[in-house]
């Protein structure tokens, strides 16, 4: 299994500045995604932080809006940035770990961070 | 494009029966599909993973099925308990989530 901590919880911002949320991992990990949960919505993948390279980023979301960092296999932290009212939501921290006797895998995600924008 | 379905609506049930839960998809012909936990204000808490080539996966009340031909994939809970009480989202692979099916479970 794998335990993972985010902070901020919460935050309320205002618009126009940014924010950056860390995640931490109890275990190295290889790949740790992020995600963005909007009010009664799905979870939607904004990208995928590898460790020594830029971070892959979904359709809809580009690097400059959402800077990620990931300096090693147990943390990584995602900026939001010149926010707006649109980007409040949860941001949701998720990690990989293979079960390698069942040949699978199980992801496991952070509590979140609540993100308020006014 | 790529679509996951779940009853939109929330689903009442009377504690010690079956709940199930249904997740559809079009479009997409996924290797697998997870079933999550989420309770409000937390995250989502892996439950299990079923593959294509697997017809059903147990978990002690869990069991997942997943039809490729229909694509579809039921969620039951067996013996529902009120703690079973929670939202329940489907998802293919990382990319793709459903919108999740609130479970209520009546004592």
């Known amino acids: 299994s794998a335990v993972i901590s985010q902070k901020p919880s919460r935050d309320i911002c205002q618009r126009g500045t940014s924010l950056t949320i860390q995640c931490q991992v109890d275990?190295?990990?290889?790949?740790m995604f992020w995600y963005r949960q909007q009010p009664g919505q799905s979870l939607t993948l904004i990208a995928t932080?590898?460790?020594?390279?830029?971070?892959?980023?979904e359709s809809g979301f580009v690097i400059d809006k959402f800077p990620i960092s990931r300096p090693n296999l147990t943390f990584s932290t995602l900026t939001v940035s010149n926010m707006s009212p649109e980007d409040s939501s949860i941001y949701l921290c998720?990690?990989?770990?293979?079960?390698?006797?069942?040949?699978?895998?199980?992801?496991?995600f952070g509590p979140g961070t609540r993100l308020t924008v006014t | 494009s790529q679509k996951i379905e779940q009853n939109s609506e929330a689903l009442n049930i009377q504690e010690g029966k079956t709940a199930t839960l249904t997740c559809n998809y079009t479009?997409?012909?996924?290797?697998?599909l997870q079933w999550y936990r989420q309770d409000p204000g937390r995250g989502p808490v892996f439950l299990l993973l079923?593959?294509?080539?697997?017809k059903e996966k147990r978990k002690e009340r869990l069991k997942v099925t997943f039809d490729t031909t229909l694509k579809q994939s039921l969620f039951h809970i067996t013996a529902s308990q009120p703690a079973d009480s929670a939202t329940y989202l489907c998802?293919?692979?990382?990319?793709?989530f459903g919108q999740g099916t609130e479970l209520s479970v009546k004592p």
């Open positions: 079923i593959r294509e080539n697997e």
């Open positions: 998720s990690v990989e770990k293979s079960v390698r006797e069942a040949h699978t895998y199980e992801q496991y």
């Open positions: 932080a590898n460790q020594g390279s830029e971070a892959t980023y």
């Open positions: 479009n997409y012909s996924p290797a697998y």
């Open positions: 998802a293919l692979g990382k990319l793709i």
């Open positions: 275990s190295q990990v290889t790949m």
